[in-house]
C-alpha cells in the first residue's frame, strides 16, 4: 500500500480546511516545498498535493507546484479544481506525475474519455468526494453513486480513484476502511483512501483490506504518529 502525505496549499501556505467551508482553516508553520522535500527525504515515495485556491476559485498554484515538482524527490499526486482537459493538462505541465479530476469533469463534454485522451489514463486519477456513497457534481443537486462514477473511469482507462469521506476528512475520527475496499470490489480499480485517518493501527487496517494505498494529512501535521511509523504500517 503506497503512502500519500498531503499538503493542502493556499496563498502559498500549508492550511488544513474543510473544502465546504472556505472561510475556516488552520495555518501550519511549514513552507510547502520544505515540507514536501522533508517527506521526500523521510522515505516517501508520493506527496499528495491539493491547490486549495483553484478548489475556491481564487487562482492557483501552479507556479508553486512546478518549483514543488522540479525540486522534490518524490513523485507527486496534485489536484483541485480540475474539472476538464485543458485544466489537466496544464497540472501535468507542472511536472506532476499524475493529476487528480473532480468528478465534475464527467459532465463536460466527451466526459473523462476526453480526460484521458489528452492527459494519457496512466497519469490521472479520478477524485470522488462521497458522502454515504453519493458523490456531488457541481454547485447544483447533481449527485452519482461513487461506484457508477468508478467504473466509468474505468471505462475511460483510468484505474485510480481517490474516495474522500468527506463526513470524515480532517476530523481524525476513522477510515472508511469498508467503503473502500467494496468499492474496489465493484469497480474493479485501485482505490487510494482520504479523510479520517488518525492511527497507524487504521493505517494497518487499510494495509490488510487490500486498498491501493492511503492520504495522509492531519495525523503527520499534529504529530499523531511519524512518517517513518506510517510507512512502516504500510508496507
Avoid at 480546511?17 to 511549514?30: I, L, N, Q, S, W
Avoid at 518524490?74 to 485544466?87: F, R, S
Avoid at 449527485?143 to 480513484?161: F, K, N
Amino acid at each position: 500500500m503506497d503512502l500519500y502525505p498531503a499538503i493542502d496549499v493556499r496563498a502559498g501556505r500549508v492550511v488544513r480546511m474543510r473544502r465546504d467551508d472556505p472561510h475556516a482553516e488552520v495555518a501550519y508553520p511549514h513552507d510547502p516545498i520544505a515540507l514536501a522535500e522533508r517527506y521526500a527525504r523521510e522515505g516517501a515515495r508520493w506527496v499528495h498535493v491539493v491547490d486549495l485556491d483553484r478548489v475556491f476559485g481564487f487562482g492557483d498554484q501552479r507556479a508553486l507546484l512546478a518549483d514543488l515538482a522540479r525540486r522534490v524527490a518524490a513523485h507527486v499526486q496534485a489536484g483541485g479544481g480540475v474539472t476538464d482537459a485543458a485544466a489537466a493538462g496544464a497540472v501535468l505541465d507542472c511536472g506532476v506525475r499524475r493529476v487528480i479530476v473532480h468528478a465534475k469533469a464527467t459532465l463536460a463534454a466527451g466526459g473523462l474519455a476526453a480526460v484521458a485522451q489528452r492527459c494519457g489514463s496512466g497519469r490521472l486519477a479520478l477524485a470522488l468526494d462521497a458522502r454515504q456513497g453519493m458523490v456531488g457534481l457541481g454547485d447544483g443537486a447533481a449527485v452519482r453513486p461513487a461506484a457508477d462514477l468508478a467504473r466509468e473511469a474505468a471505462a475511460a482507462g483510468i484505474g485510480t480513484v481517490i474516495l474522500t469521506d468527506l463526513s470524515r476528512e480532517g476530523g481524525l475520527g476513522g477510515a472508511d476502511v469498508a467503503g473502500a475496499t467494496r468499492l474496489a470490489c465493484d469497480a474493479a480499480v485501485d482505490v487510494i483512501v482520504s479523510g479520517g485517518v488518525g492511527s497507524l493501527e487504521e493505517l494497518s487496517a487499510l494495509r490488510d483490506a487490500g486498498v491501493a494505498g492511503v492520504v495522509v494529512g492531519r495525523a503527520l501535521l499534529d504529530g499523531r504518529f511519524t512518517l517513518a511509523e506510517a510507512l512502516a504500517c504500510s508496507s
